[in-house]
């Protein structure tokens, strides 16, 4: 089930670490990292479902909290963390063609997936797995984004209607088609294929769900 798109990881220049379960996640992350090394992550269920959270801020690390300076917002940390060795976070959507997609309102994340950290470590649990780009971003409108924006209780279409506001005229919407909400957090769109910087990025590829 996971040949294809390990494969196609790989071939993107994309480390893949296979994990069994959950369980196994944070024994893997814990290889990954050298004692002091500086490490941050975005906001993520999955990191907080495998134990990789309480284990990057378990002290033995220089953790940079997104959240320290109290709105989450503050560009000094973001600017901060974009020179940290190890970024931490999950995907909205992998393609079976080993392609990251990842939708952003604020951006920090996006910004350190693409460039900055020396390394990028994604948890990825089998859930997010998609045929395609385009299934990736319907992904995104169907899943990931009305959950988090219930999660983060802002209020937005997508947090009453249970699916991006653009669904309720098409089935296939334009990728970047939602609301005018203020709240909104489908702003920019990237899509991680060949990476120059070969191994930069690491994903730990799941065999449970994780997340959303
Ligand atoms: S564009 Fe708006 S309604 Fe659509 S998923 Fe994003 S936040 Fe929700």
Redesign the pocket.
């Known amino acids: 089930m996971y040949e294809n798109v390990i494969q196609n990881l790989k071939k993107n220049n994309i480390n893949v670490i296979f994990a069994e379960n959950k369980e196994k996640v944070s024994s893997i992350v814990e290889g990954l990292l050298f004692p002091g090394a500086t490490i941050s992550s975005g906001g993520s269920v999955s990191l907080s479902e495998c134990g990789v959270l309480d284990l990057i801020k378990s002290g033995k690390y220089n953790y940079i909290d997104r959240n320290s300076n109290g709105d989450g917002k503050t560009s000094n940390i973001f600017k901060e963390i974009l020179d940290c060795d190890f970024y931490f976070c999950s995907s909205n959507a992998l393609t079976e063609n080993g392609e990251l997609i990842n939708v952003d309102g604020f951006c920090n994340r996006i910004s350190a997936i693409s460039f900055g950290p020396k390394k990028v470590v994604m948890i990825v649990g089998k859930n997010k797995i998609v045929k395609d780009a385009e299934q990736g971003f319907l992904r ?2 169907r899943i990931a ?2 959950l988090n ?1 219930v999660r983060l209780c802002l209020d ?3 947090s009453k209607l249970g699916h ?3 669904l309720e005229k098409s089935d296939t919407p334009g990728i970047t088609e ?2 005018a ?1 203020k ?4 702003r920019n769109y990237l899509i991680s294929g060949m990476q120059n910087d070969s191994g930069r990025i690491t994903v730990i590829l799941v065999d449970d769900c994780l997340g959303y």
């Open positions: 995104v409108k984004a009305p924006t937005t279409p997508c991006c506001i653009s939602g609301c909400s709240n909104r957090i489908c």
